[in-house]
């Protein structure tokens, strides 16, 4: 199969090469959350190459959704934001196949759902997803391109989900949840894009082998200081999910 001249200079990289963009083209990533952050991964993944995108949300586009999700369109407001999304990504790239999810999945649903990904990217925005994606990905030792954004504080990691890798609850326990909030707390327009293109790099880099296995970090950014911030992770022996295995 020859590989399109699209990305040529993906391609020309070694880190990357024929075999990087093929393993991009065979890959299924879950996408969970089309907001600031899962729209920015979604687009910068079907323009890399990834085969397969499945895209699950159950919100509709709104007015305030468009400064940071430029996925969406005035004229799409009032839609799903996976029909939204798909409009987008199709145009971008008619070679990334795309399945949508417009509902808020179950756990028996969200699974299923994981067993079918290769990466499952956390961009939601609330504790109960995280803590829930974490726990089902741990167990089927599925990665998590993990990130969130709030304010002008943004922050990313790649949990492996590996035997003696960290996960997101050595990170944060369930007993820690706060109700803050974009809507509550604001958010700058660009921020969350930041990350969730940081997201969509690590997984690029975990689909074709070029993420580092054994450092595990959490990034935090600064958007007023423009500065990134890198902390170490270790598993947590007294974590709630990973910590008995
Ligand atoms: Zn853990």
């Known amino acids: 199969m020859s590989t399109p001249d699209r990305y040529e200079r993906q391609r020309k990289l070694p880190q990357i090469g024929d075999a990087g963009q093929h393993k991009l083209a065979e890959a299924n990533v879950l996408i969970i959350g089309l907001g600031g952050l899962g729209s920015a991964a979604a687009m910068q993944l079907a323009s890399s190459g990834i085969g397969h995108l499945v895209l699950n949300d159950f919100d509709i586009v709104e007015t305030h959704n468009l400064p940071r ?28 196949e795309i399945r949508l999810i417009s509902h808020q999945l179950d ?22 997803s995280r803590f829930m994606i974490n726990q089902h990905c741990h167990t089927l030792k599925t990665p998590v391109a993990y990130g969130a954004a709030i304010r002008l504080e943004g922050q990313t ?27 509550g707390e604001g958010v700058l327009g ?14 690029i880099l975990y689909l074709t082998g ?9 990034l935090l950014f600064d958007a007023i200081k423009l500065s990134w911030q890198e902390i170490r992770l270790q598993r947590n022996p007294a974590c709630t999910v990973c910590g008995k295995s």
Not at 70 to 85: C, D, N, V, Y
Not at 170 to 176: F, G, I, K, T, V
Not at 210 to 218: A, I, P, T, V
């Open 69 to 96: 999700q430029r996925i969406h369109r005035p004229a799409t407001i009032g839609e799903l934001k996976t029909e939204s999304a798909k409009q987008t990504l199709n145009q971008l790239n008619p070679d990334c």
């Open 107 to 128: 756990e028996q649903e969200l699974i299923e759902e994981i067993k079918k990904s290769e990466v499952v990217l956390d961009c939601t925005d609330n504790y109960e």
């Open 157 to 183: 990691s790649f949990f492996l989900q590996q035997e003696d890798t960290p996960c997101y609850a050595c990170l944060y326990n369930d007993s820690a949840q706060a109700n803050e909030d974009c809507a």
């Open 190 to 203: 660009s921020l969350p894009a930041i990350i969730g293109e940081m997201q969509a790099l690590q997984t």
């Open 210 to 218: 070029n993420l580092h296995k054994d450092e595990h970090k959490l």
